[in-house]
Nanobody, 121 residues
């Protein structure tokens, strides 16, 4: 069964940096996209960044110039390098992978359980 394993969340100071990782466990034959979402209390879950197969990337306006998404295709892992963190970045961050699992024929969406990122002094 496909499972997403996240790491790197925690506490950072304003202006600091944090790097999130999300690795897939289990067998995925093909990945279409890997993305990061976040959800703060009282707000809807929102897309932060996504990288598609082939290297195309998209960032939400509120993180452009500060966050960088990258993928290690060999490891089926996606990273989110977060720099110049702001208190507004405080949220639960979720990894999402769209891919085809071994033994299955269709693309499916897999979510991580979320990791807390807190930006505070």
């Amino acid at each position: 069964q496909v499972q997403l394993v996240e790491s790197g969340g925690g506490l950072a100071q304003p202006g600091g940096s944090l790097r999130l990782s999300c690795a897939t466990s289990g067998s995925i034959v093909s990945i279409n996209s890997m993305a990061w979402y976040r959800q703060a209390p009282g707000k809807q879950r929102e897309l932060v960044a996504v990288e598609f197969t082939g290297g195309l990337k998209h960032y939400a306006d509120f993180v452009k110039g500060r966050f960088t998404i990258s993928r290690d295709n060999a490891k089926n892992t996606v990273y989110l390098q977060m720099n110049s963190l702001k208190s507004e970045d405080t949220a639960v961050y979720y990894c999402k992978v769209v891919g085809v699992a071994a033994g299955r024929g269709n693309y499916e969406t897999y979510w991580g359980q979320g990791t807390q990122v807190t930006v505070s002094s």
